[in-house]
């Protein structure tokens, strides 16, 4: 690769992954965290998220995203470590959209077994 390219080639990486910070981010989300509890009614571990579809008892069906596979994985949570009908309890940051039932979690419990997705996102009282 010649130098004139090197510059180009880092300048494109920079996009790429400027671009996906964005996707990721948490822009879309209140600050403030709240607990949703319900019971699990699908999963999907494909990426970019694995997510979850709660049913809560007051409020219908939300839409739960958690971490990037990897970090989901290293928290524990796999594919098999929770079935559809279990229930859960999510502490996350909702959507900025207060129509929207969409939520990112930073901790779930489901049964009982606690996965800390974002553990150092939590915010204690």
Known sequence: MSSSRIPIAGLLGLLLVSGAYAHHGWSWAVADQVELSGVIREISMAPPHPTLRVETENDGVWRVELGNPRLTQRSGFVEGAAKVGDPIVVLGNRSL???????????IT???KVYDIYPDRIQTN
């Open 110 to 112: 489901v049964a009982g």
């Open 97 to 107: 959209d207060p129509n929207e039932k969409r939520m990112k979690a930073v901790r």
